[in-house]
């Protein structure tokens, strides 16, 4: 009982009972494993039927849910947003707005395709949360990014056993085939959650010395490994060289950093065998698909080449303003193997051939601003993040179960940010 006083004692102390620090505790630490079953069926174009997705619209609801009040309460507190970043977002917003209007399905760009949700608001709501993280201190964003890391390895370990057929999160019928996918909607989401937070685990570790980051970093890690996914693990290797260059100088990082190689090289040797050699053929294959790759073959990357090069050959029809938001479905690009291609395999072709050059112009040059050198640990954290997150999306998508959490990594790096550069309030 005095442990659990001591606790609110503590949290009214650091302010940890404000709205604003629930709302992103709440983003960060319980969103990633909203998994709601339900037997909703939702009428698409021409009539389809798409059947109840677990991951998708469950958690849409809960993002506009938490960022309407976000949005209220950043109104009621007259939070200013007078920096220079902001430039380049408006105009990404006004874009985004511009290519819905111009879209051929209006509530498809505005709310998404039932199989994506991520439509303009999904993008507007995400904003909100940006523009909330960016009001954070050094210390809760330290205790966000701890309880973010926390529920990655929560998703990691349902992942593990789901590697091992164990399965304690229902999926639709479509998604009964898939190996490890923790509480994301597909392994290649499972891959690109935990190459996003692998580098804050890892760093978390060598700042403090605690075993207790050292176990998350081993818990993601293995997340990362069982997702199979080729594109998010070379994205993490660059997570990985980022660290690397930082603690160059750092000798009494050096020791905490090769004692983490040292462990993540064995955690691949003990699990190469097992699953019948699964994640050594996946391993194996990455040889093979960059070979397809320069040979120009359409099979490389699960046909990512073919939708990338059709997908090109849509722009000098829509590049001004793109087909709308979330709306390449409606092109009816199908592979080879018949199935249709609702998105390009890469944010940034997905935003030019959705919403224009003109919008991804914007949205570059709003990320330039979090891609400059950082100040001090917690940005160069965030800087890991937001790189090895940029970096998985050019053979990856955007979706609404992590997208929040990127957006609010922007936040936060805004924050960590001692310098300003302030301009005339534009809100």
């Not at 973010?148 to 056993?161: D, P, R, Y």
């Not at 164990?166 to 998604?175: K, Q, S, Y």
């Not at 403090?208 to 998010?232: D, E, M, P």
Request: proline share 5%; with cysteine; aromatic share 14%.
């Amino acid at each position: 009982m005095d442990y659990i006083k001591n606790w609110l004692s503590n949290c009214k102390k650091d302010d940890l009972f404000n709205i604003r620090f629930i709302i992103l505790w709440f983003m960060v630490s319980i969103y990633p494993l909203a998994v709601i079953p339900h037997p909703l069926y939702i009428s698409f174009f021409n009539g389809t039927v798409v059947p109840p997705g677990y991951f998708y619209l469950p958690r849409y609801v809960i993002l506009a849910f938490i960022a309407i009040i976000a949005l209220i309460i950043l109104i009621k507190d007259r939070v200013p947003v007078n920096h220079s970043v902001f430039i380049p977002l408006i105009f990404f917003i006004i874009f985004i707005i511009i290519s819905s209007f111009n879209a051929p399905v209006q509530i498809t760009a505005w709310v998404g395709s039932p199989y994506r949700y991520t439509g303009a608001s999904t993008y507007f709501f995400c904003i909100i949360l940006f523009i909330l993280a960016s009001t954070c201190s050094a210390e809760k964003t330290e205790k966000l990014l701890r309880s973010m890391l926390i529920t990655g390895a929560v998703v990691s370990i349902l992942a593990l056993l789901q590697y091992f057929n164990i399965n304690l999160v229902p999926h639709t019928a479509t998604g009964k085939a898939l190996i490890s996918y923790g509480t994301m909607p597909h392994p290649n989401f499972l891959g690109t959650y935990t190459s996003f937070l692998l580098p804050a685990s890892v760093l978390f570790f060598m700042r403090t010395q605690k075993k207790l980051f050292l176990i998350l970093s081993i818990l993601i890690y293995i997340g990362l490994l069982v997702s199979l996914c080729r594109g998010t693990w070379l994205a993490s290797l660059a997570g990985i060289l980022i660290i690397a260059f930082y603690i160059r100088k750092k000798q009494d990082h050096k020791r905490n950093f090769f004692f983490v190689l040292l462990i993540f090289t064995a955690i691949i040797m003990v699990l190469l065998p097992l699953r019948e050699s699964t994640l050594l053929n996946r391993i194996f294959s990455i040889s093979g698909e960059v070979a397809k790759g320069v040979n120009m073959n359409h099979q490389a990357g699960t046909y990512r080449l073919f939708i990338w090069e059709h997908v090109i050959r849509l722009l000098p029809h829509f590049w001004a303003f793109g087909v709308g938001p979330d709306s390449l479905i409606y092109a009816m690009l199908k592979t080879p193997i018949n199935e249709i291609a609702d998105k390009a395999h890469n944010i940034y072709l997905e935003i030019a051939v959705t919403m224009g050059v003109f919008a991804l112009a914007s949205y570059l040059a709003f990320l330039s601003f979090f891609l400059k050198k950082w100040k001090n640990e917690i940005g160069l954290t965030l800087f890991a993040m937001i790189a090895v997150y940029l970096i998985q999306g050019f053979s990856n998508i955007d979706v609404v179960p992590i997208m929040p959490l990127f957006w609010i990594a922007l936040g936060l790096s805004l924050a960590s940010r001692k310098e300003t550069a302030p301009i005339k309030p534009l809100i």
